[in-house]
């Protein structure tokens, strides 16, 4: 019985005591290509977002009937070929508004609040106003991206507004 033992040791030389630790060098070693990894993903986010082509302006989208969207509410939608939610405001005052549905702070999906002129982010009580989209309150570091809106013939069109330049 001790020869199978001897020999278990023999295939397996490892001391207990030494299994747990692990020296500076290997912690260096793991450290380093940890850190070569978040750096390599950065790199590729980076690379990737300057070279995509930015979304161009899209041409004038016909979004639904004027009768579709009651006097304070909204309507959800994205631009066909996007994946970027909007949605469409009709104002107490009788005009329409058209924003980016993701707030400017962390993503989160913003709603208007009927009767207040706010769109509200309920995540952190970011608001901006309904009319301009600038922010009023709230963590939310710059306003939401807008879309111009355009009624003719009861029909409301959306399209971007065109990028001003400096």
């Not at 082509?53 to 994205?78: Q, Y």
């Not at 469409?88 to 980016?100: D, M, Q, R």
């Not at 355009?150 to 330049?165: A, L, M, N």
């Amino acid at each position: 019985m001790e020869d199978n033992n001897q020999k278990w040791k023999e295939d397996f030389p490892i001391n207990r005591q030494q299994a747990n630790q692990v020296s500076r060098r290997d912690f260096a070693k793991l450290l380093a290509f940890v850190s070569g990894g978040m750096a390599m993903g950065n790199g590729i986010i980076a690379a990737k977002s300057l070279l995509e082509k930015p979304e161009k302006g899209h041409k004038r989208e016909l979004i639904c009937d004027v009768k579709d969207i009651p006097v304070g509410g909204t309507k959800s939608f994205t631009l066909s070929g996007g994946k970027i939610p909007y949605i469409l405001v009709h104002t107490e005052e009788g005009s329409f508004f058209s924003y980016e549905q993701k707030c400017t702070h962390l993503s989160c999906a913003v709603y208007y609040k009927p009767g207040t002129g706010k769109i509200e982010c309920p995540c952190h009580q970011g608001y901006f106003d309904v009319k301009t989209g600038n922010v009023l309150q709230g963590p939310p570091p710059r306003p939401l991206k807008r879309l111009d809106v355009i009624v003719e013939e009861d029909k409301i069109y959306v399209q971007s507004p065109k990028e001003e330049t400096a």
